[in-house]
Each structure stands twice: as C-alpha cells, then as structure tokens.
C-alpha cells in the first residue's frame, strides 16, 4: 500500500497488450499522465493474435476510431463468428456465430422453444434462427439500419500495433526503443522503482504495466509473482504459425478446424491469410507440425513457419504491488475463442475503473484481481467445453481431452444443461447464453429437457412464431451486401 499519488506510468512491451494500454490511459483517465512505453525492436512481438469478439467494438468507440479508418489501417476483415469442423468427429462441423438465436424470453432462451419444436417435428435447425450465422455462410456482411448485426474483426496485428502506436504518441506517450536489462525495486516496500535499459537509461515510475510477453519481465522475473498452470486441462502448448496468400474474398468468420493433435486456424485479412495449428507437443514434433499445417494451407505461403511455444495458465495475481501484467505478461488462453485481446481489453478497462488516483490500496489490488480470476476461469471453462465435447476416437490427444476430470464448475454447467437446458451467465462471463448453447448443442450435448415456458403456445402457435423468425431472417439476408463488397464501400470512405 502506498498514498503516493500516480503520475509516472511505465509500460514494458509495445505488443497488442502495450499499445492498447498506451491508447486507453493516454485517452481514457482525465488527468493527464507522464507515460512512457519501452520496447525492443530486437526483440519484436509475438506477431499473432489477429482474430477478436465483438467486445472490440467497445474500446474503439471509448477511443473514438472511426470505423473505416480502422478497416483501413489494419487490413481488417468483418468476422461474425467461428466455423468448428471436426471438433465431434471428423467430417462434423457447426458454427458458433455472435448473434443471438431467435428471440428468447425472461424464462430462458429461445433454445428452449426450439427443443420443443424439435420434439414436436418441426423446427429445422438451429442456426436457421440467426442472422449472423446465415450471413457467415452466405460470405455476406453489412450494417442495416433496422437489424443489429454483432461482430467484431480480423486484423492484422503488426498494423493495430502500429495504429494505436500513432494514436497513443499523439496523445502524449512517449516511447523509448531499448533492450530492458534489470529492474530495480524499493527496498523497504518492494515496489518496482527503476527500469535499467541497455542504453544505460534508467527509468522511474510510479506504476508498471507489464506488457513484456510470455516472458512477464516485471511481474514474474523480478516480482515473482507465481503462475497457475492450466496444463492438465489444456494441453496444447505449441504453435506454429504462418501467414499465407489468400485467394478469393475473405468469408467473414475464422475458422478452428480439428486435427489428431491439435487444430488449425485460418483467420482471413484483406490482404492475406493468418494461419496456425495449436497442438500438444506429445502429438507432433515441430517439423511434423510445420509440414501438416503447410499440407493444410490451400495458398502459397508467404514466410517460413513461426514456431510459438506457450503454457495454458494465468499469473497468481494480475496486479502485484505497483505492477500491473496485462497480455500474454498475465497468462495465457489458447486463442480457440479469440479471447486474448479482449482479455487485454479487459485489464485496461478495469484498471480504468480502479485507476489508483491516490496511490495503491490492498482492496483494491484485491478487486482487480478477483475481477479478473473469475473472468479468465469463466474463458478457460468454455474452451475446455470445446474439447471435452469430442466424440473422436482411437487418438491419444482427443481421447485425454474427453475423459479427463474437468473443473467444477464446468461440470456443473454442463450437467445443468443436459438436464433441464438451462444455461445461467454469471456477470463476469463474456461469453453469452447463446454462445454456450451453440458450443454445446454443436457438440451433441442435447439437453433431455426445456423450460416449460414453451408449453404456453400452441402447437400452431409455436409453429408460426418459429416461421416468422425464419422468413424476418431471410428478408434482412436478401438486404445484406456481400462482404467483399461492403469492405469496397468501406475503403472509399473517408
Ligand atoms: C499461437 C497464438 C495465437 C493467438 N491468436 C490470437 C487470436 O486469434 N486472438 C486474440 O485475441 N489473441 C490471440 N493470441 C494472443 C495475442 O497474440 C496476444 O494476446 C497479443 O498479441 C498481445 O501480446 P503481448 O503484447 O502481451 O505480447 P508480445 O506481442 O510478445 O509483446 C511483448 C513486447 O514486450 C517487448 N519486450 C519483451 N522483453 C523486453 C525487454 N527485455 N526489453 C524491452 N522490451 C521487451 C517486446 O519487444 C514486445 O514489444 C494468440 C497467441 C498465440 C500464442
């Protein structure tokens, strides 16, 4: 605990977590800051993390970036969800779209309506209820002024960093290029003091924010603040990444596509293709993964493959003294959801709301950290869903995923869906009722029972409310742009 007011702000790292943290505190805390980022071009950045969920849109319009300029600068694409295929079985595939399904009611989801048609005759299919999946499939994107639409972005991550570099700069950050070399802290508090450069600079501050990567330069190698391995319920620690041509119009969803140890993403810009396979290091050998990823990519490849290694996990605490760690710096998710950008957001925004204007107090470094536990638990349970849902068989990797004890509270929401169709969003989820629905039933977890809300209607009745969602569906699809041409709109506005 310290009442030194905060003034000198330090941020180590320029990756996507350092320059979104330089944009929102330059932007975002009324009092004009002393803040000053460090980064090492030698070192560079981790150069993936190109795929978002809509929560994006929220700090874009906090900071004012006006949609097409931000399209413009980052060779974004439009994404309206993730295609999954052979997450259940080879040949399988379903769609986890960011709109809402249907139109539920206080009692529950539409889901609920929907079982009971289904146990009825009718009804289709699920994704025949949203928007947002329909268009994914049509390759089509736009903005209607009478139907909200959610989505978010693909990007190309070196250019985000180097727009929100611009925008932080203008807003007064000053950035230092340099090699950090040692951290120095007071020896009566154990607060970081000074940063040592190779340059010889030294750099004092008041708050750190660790941004340095999965190296967590300040808040593990000096702080030693400890780390929570999530190994042993997801395995995966490797990648390889590559970027690839991209022939034809980007679709405007990324794709997770399963494979024996692992499973690959494709995630298409205007200008290129990010592609990946996330696996367990038991399965596949650096080079056997290079070459199955290389197999996979139906375009030329435009750099050698980029190895990545990494431990699923988060950091004992977020905020540790006078160090904030925001980004791969904090722990890590396996980017099967896209959620690592706006878990960064996420410690931006709650730092925010907890800025320590009258110096740092134990509650709350308390709140943060609680905030953000059971936010990256939340994300951690619904990635392991993911896996524990696969029916594959005969491969060491999926059958471990399958069988293996799952956390509680994973467990219990499982089993709550299974029997009753209920699915409850705690406050600090990010992920909707309808996202876990999706996953699950996409999954062929099918629950035994639905709310009995959807008694109230009519055979007839539930009949025509189901029709009417589909024909309003495919009236606003015939009025949706497709999506390469809607990015062409998008580029000549200014
Ligand atoms: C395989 C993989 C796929 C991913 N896919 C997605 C995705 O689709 N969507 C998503 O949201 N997220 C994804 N992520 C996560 C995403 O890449 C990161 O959250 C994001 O890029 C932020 O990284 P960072 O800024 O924390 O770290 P980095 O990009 O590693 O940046 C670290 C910074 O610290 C600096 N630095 C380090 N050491 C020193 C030093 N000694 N001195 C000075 N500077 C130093 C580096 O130069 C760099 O500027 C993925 C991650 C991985 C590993």
Redesign the pocket.
């Known amino acids: 605990m310290t009442d030194q007011t905060i003034q000198k702000i330090v941020i180590?790292?320029?990756?996507?977590?350092?320059w979104m943290t330089a944009a929102a505190l330059s932007h975002l805390v009324a009092r004009k800051l002393d803040i000053t980022l460090?980064?090492?071009?030698a070192?560079?950045?981790?150069?993936?993390?190109?795929?978002?969920i809509p929560t994006i849109l929220t700090i874009n319009r906090l900071l004012k970036i006006p949609e097409p300029e931000f399209i413009r600068e980052t060779s974004a694409t439009f994404k309206l969800g993730i295609q999954f295929e052979n997450w259940t079985r080879p040949g399988d595939r379903y769609f986890h779209s960011f709109g809402d399904t249907g139109k539920g009611c206080w009692a529950g989801g539409f889901h609920h309506f929907w079982l009971r048609a289904r146990q009825l005759g009718f009804g289709g299919e699920y994704g025949d209820y949203c928007l947002e999946l329909k268009a994914a499939q049509a390759g089509k994107f736009g903005l209607l002024s009478d139907t909200p639409i959610n989505y978010a972005y693909h990007l190309d991550?070196t250019r985000y960093g180097q727009y929100l570099r611009k925008r932080a700069e203008s807003a007064g950050v000053k950035r230092l290029e340099?090699?950090?070399?040692a951290v120095s802290r007071h020896s009566d508090s154990g607060y970081i003091k000074q940063l040592h450069l190779d340059s010889d600079d030294i750099i004092e501050g008041d708050l750190f924010i660790d941004?340095?990567?999965?190296?967590a330069?300040l808040s593990e190698g000096s702080l030693e603040t400890g780390f929570e391995d999530w190994s042993h319920w997801l395995p995966c620690n490797r990648?390889v990444?590559i970027q690839s041509e991209l022939d034809g119009p980007p679709p405007p969803y990324t794709k997770a596509i399963a494979h024996k140890g692992g499973w690959q993403?494709r995630?298409p810009l205007q200008h290129r293709a990010g592609n990946?396979l996330?696996y367990n290091s038991d399965a596949y050998s650096e080079d056997e993964a290079s070459q199955l990823l290389l197999n996979n990519i139906p375009e030329k490849p435009l750099a050698d493959p980029r190895p990545?290694r990494?431990t699923t996990g988060q950091r004992k605490a977020y905020w540790h003294k006078n160090c904030v760690a925001?980004?791969?710096?904090s722990g890590?998710i396996e980017?099967l959801e896209?959620?690592?950008?706006?878990f960064?957001q996420n410690g931006i925004m709650w730092l925010l709301l907890m800025f320590p204007e009258m110096g740092i107090d134990d509650a709350t470094v308390r709140e943060y950290n609680t905030k953000l536990r059971t936010e990256a638990e939340h994300i951690r349970d619904f990635i392991v869903l993911h896996y524990r849902l696969n029916e594959r068989t005969a491969e060491p990797f999926w059958d471990y995923v399958r069988d293996m004890p799952i956390p509680d509270s994973l467990a219990q929401r499982m089993a709550l869906f299974k029997r009753t169709g209920r699915v409850f969003k705690p406050q600090e989820d990010v992920f909707s009722e309808n996202s876990w629905v999706q996953v699950m039933m996409g999954q062929g977890l099918m629950p035994q029972g639905y709310h009995n809300i959807a008694d109230a209607m009519a055979d007839t009745q539930l009949d025509t409310f189901l029709t009417n969602i589909r024909v309003g569906i495919d009236q606003s699809l015939g009025r949706l742009p497709d999506h390469q041409g809607f990015l062409n709109h998008l580029s000549e506005t200014r």
């Not at 340099?178 to 070399?181: A, E, R, V, Y």
């Not at 941004?211 to 190296?215: I, M």
């Not at 896209?338 to 706006?342: D, F, K, L, M």
């Open positions: 180590a790292g320029g990756g996507t977590a350092g460090i980064e090492s071009d070192i560079g950045t981790v150069g993936v993390g190109e795929a978002t991550a340099g090699m950090i070399k941004c340095t990567g999965f190296k330069l990648a990444a993403w995630i990946g996330v990545i990494f925001i980004g791969l710096a890590f980017p896209s959620t690592s950008i706006h960064i």
